[in-house]
């Protein structure tokens, strides 16, 4: 049984990830993931939105009771890409309500809960479209 290169736990010899931290395995061992996007240059630390930075969740449905936060792992901090906005789809709040009659609130599935996610892409015109002003009447 081979162990995580990040987290140390024991991997299944046919386990693709690693199921506590998620890096991908490498014939016998797993090494880490590789980033998605820019390279580590071009990211910026922000305070975990899920958490406001406190690295902990409040999971109790009546009585408070504290968890690590999913998000950050306990950092209280996200490393994100440089060119990432604030999530229009949490608001950037880390946080979506999945609840019908109580909030059950889990991390953004677009943001991933940091509160930020890439730019919303540019719509240009290409040579085969016309603005709308090019159909009306002269």
Do not use: N
Request: charge should be negative; hydrophobic fraction near 30%.
């Amino acid at each position: 049984m081979a162990h995580c290169k990040d987290c140390g736990q024991a991997v299944g010899a046919d386990d693709k990830f690693c199921k506590s931290c998620g890096s991908r395995m490498s014939g016998s061992a797993v090494e880490p993931k590789e980033p998605e996007g820019p390279s580590t240059a071009e990211l910026i630390t922000y305070p975990c939105a899920y958490c406001d930075g406190t690295g902990e969740v409040d999971v109790g449905e009546v009585i408070s009771v504290f968890e690590t936060c999913p998000v950050c792992e306990g950092a209280c901090q996200v490393r994100v890409p440089a060119d990432y906005v604030q999530c229009r789809a949490c608001d950037g709040t880390g946080k979506e309500d999945l609840g019908e009659i109580i909030t059950v609130l889990e991390p953004c599935g677009r943001c991933k809960g940091t509160g930020w996610a890439p730019p919303p892409p540019v719509h240009r015109l290409s040579w085969e479209q016309k603005p709308m002003d090019a159909y009306l009447p002269e």
